[in-house]
């Protein structure tokens, strides 16, 4: 309504409005206006108006508005026309909208309207069979899943892919390692780490023992030429890792479409090779490898390298590979891979490569790179496992749950503990950008004070409990006029922003404007619970506080949802 009566005044259509008006931000110091049109923004050709200028046009603007049934006040900021809406209605508005549209609120607001659904691959988490689940593949996963999360809740088609280092040299050494140090029932009962402990001896032995080395190449050799017992062992050893992976992730609270992996595109990968060849685009070295120029002029910085001597791939020959095959299966608009920044030049290599072997598809394609963390141990030592790190903040947050003494008795304990420690390891790494690198500590994690995602997770069990003992009899009507305090105000603007917030992050696919939101409403709901009571209120007073109680936990739970986090009802 505030839009279509702005343009019948400004006379410009309302899809030129809806990005120049936002929410306006809640501050501590005063209250604030509810929604701004920045007038700069407006102003089709903006490097012809200077500051002054873009002030007298506010004004004047201001001056044209009228206030109405919608709009109670209207003011100017700098550079912004103000407008604050009666409160009764943006209490309405805002409250019915949270509770009718459920997990879709802020979703389907103008800002995304007019998106077309589009298909879209996300690769992501990617460890090697039997090597260290290290600390880059863990914020590849919660990052990826984060990003599959909201492209999926803006309604667009998603796959999810984890693409495995499941070939080359460590199955002829693993498969070489199985047979002399190997044990069927301990292979059986915890694969990746019998796997992990097997490729760990059997490298020292082939550093010492010549023979060990060779046997190990004629083993990746027979693999290699399709020899039927080799690739029964190697097969053996792939699903019982996938098996486990799947149990582990579901910890984690996230799935995958399809377990794809290097081992897919050997043959694809000689394709590949044979196509580059037929454009003219291979050259032999000296050495005997084929390498690929991208820059068309002996730049040795550009000098990609497609095949080793002995003709087999590599692993960017078999991206390219993956790439296509990808395009051919899911005919993706966008392609997604979530890894550490460390490949940002193999991904731009495998992209350029795609471009110059005529897949004008390449530009859908699109690289996520995050930071470095440091530092992060276990009690085993070094992260080696997905599954430590999983059991070291279950046993951190239990630690913790025990020492404090507001704990629930709780039917499940152990699954709180890791769904509340997730929420801390999540929201810890979300916070920054995702470029950059941080230094990690356990303690800072768990920290009882301040913005963590344990008092995300508090929030959200307090204000679930304040459901359970007062019930939902008080839900079916309330009255506006009984929301008019200042905390109540504060929270109704901040739920306002809720769409905004999302179409930052649908836009350069960062969590933490998500994360800052929903610790700056937990802080809000914290006060109000201080200060707006519901026992002992009449009960108009007590319903309509239950509604913006309910609608703050509504929201905080799609966010958390979003970023990966379950939200817990007690704790």
């Not at 990005?19 to 490097?47: G, H, M, T, Y």
Request: proline share 3%; charged share 25%.
């Amino acid at each position: 309504r505030k839009i279509n009566h702005l343009s019948r005044v400004l006379d410009l259509p309302p899809e030129n409005l809806i990005k120049s008006i936002s929410a306006v931000p809640i501050s501590r110091k005063e209250e604030v206006a509810d929604f701004q049109l920045s007038v700069d923004s407006l102003l089709e050709n903006n490097n012809d108006h200077s500051r002054p200028d873009i002030q007298i046009q506010a004004m004047r603007l201001a001056e044209k508005l009228k206030c109405d049934t919608v709009v109670s006040e209207i003011s100017t900021g700098q550079g912004t026309v103000n407008f604050k809406i009666n409160r009764e209605l943006l209490t309405k508005t805002v409250l019915q909208q949270v509770i009718e549209d459920g997990s879709k609120y802020g979703l389907k607001s103008e800002l995304f309207s007019g998106l077309p659904q589009k298909k879209i691959v996300v690769e992501f988490s990617s460890p090697n069979v039997a090597k260290k689940f290290h600390v880059g593949h863990l914020r590849s996963t919660i990052i990826g899943n984060f990003i599959a999360n909201l492209k999926e809740a803006l309604g667009h088609q998603v796959t999810r892919i984890n693409y495995l280092g499941d070939w080359g040299m460590q199955f002829g050494l693993l498969g070489t390692g199985f047979q002399l140090f190997g044990y069927e029932e301990k292979l059986q009962s915890n694969p990746l780490q019998h796997l992990f402990e097997v490729y760990v001896q059997v490298n020292k032995e082939a550093a010492d023992n010549k023979n060990v080395a060779k046997s190990a190449h004629e083993f990746f050799q027979r693999l290699e030429l399709g020899d039927a017992q080799a690739l029964a062992l190697w097969r053996k050893f792939r699903d019982l890792s996938i098996d486990e992976y799947i149990r582990i992730y579901k910890r984690l609270g996230v799935h995958f479409d399809e377990y794809s992996g290097e081992s897919f595109y050997r043959e694809k990968s000689q394709e590949v090779l044979k196509l580059l060849d037929s454009k003219g685009l291979l050259q032999k070295t000296i050495k005997g490898t084929a390498v690929v120029d991208l820059s068309g002029n002996g730049d040795p910085s550009s000098v990609c390298t497609v095949m080793r001597s002995d003709g087999t791939s590599l692993y960017a020959t078999r991206d390219i590979a993956a790439a296509i095959d990808r395009m051919e299966k899911y005919n993706f608009d966008e392609m997604i891979y979530v890894t550490d920044k460390g490949q940002k030049k193999h991904f731009q290599q495998v992209f350029q490569m795609l471009h110059i072997m005529g897949y004008d598809w390449a530009e859908r394609c699109l690289h996520v790179p995050f930071g470095v963390v440091q530092g992060m141990k276990t009690r085993r030592g070094d992260v080696t496992f997905l599954e430590d790190v999983l059991n070291e903040i279950r046993l951190r947050m239990l630690q913790n749950m025990a020492s404090i003494k507001t704990t629930k008795e709780l039917e499940n304990p152990q699954e709180t503990a890791e769904r509340v420690g997730l929420a801390a390891l999540i929201i810890q790494d979300f916070r920054g950008l995702l470029l950059s690198d941080y230094q990690f500590s356990w303690d800072r994690v768990f920290q009882s004070r301040g913005d963590t995602g344990v008092f995300l997770q508090y929030t959200h069990a307090r204000l679930h409990s304040l459901e359970e003992t007062f019930g939902c009899g008080y839900l079916n009507d309330f009255n506006t006029a009984c929301l008019q305090e200042p905390q109540s105000v504060s929270i109704l603007q901040h739920l306002l922003r809720f769409d905004e917030v999302l179409y930052r992050s649908s836009q350069d696919l960062q969590p933490r404007h998500i994360v800052s939101y929903l610790l700056t409403l937990s802080h809000l709901a914290a006060v109000a619970h201080k200060t707006l009571h519901i026992r002992n209120s009449p009960p108009e007073v007590a319903g309509a506080r239950l509604h913006l109680f309910r609608a703050v936990r509504s929201v905080l739970a799609n966010g958390m949802k979003l970023l990966g986090i379950t939200p817990v009802c007690r704790m």
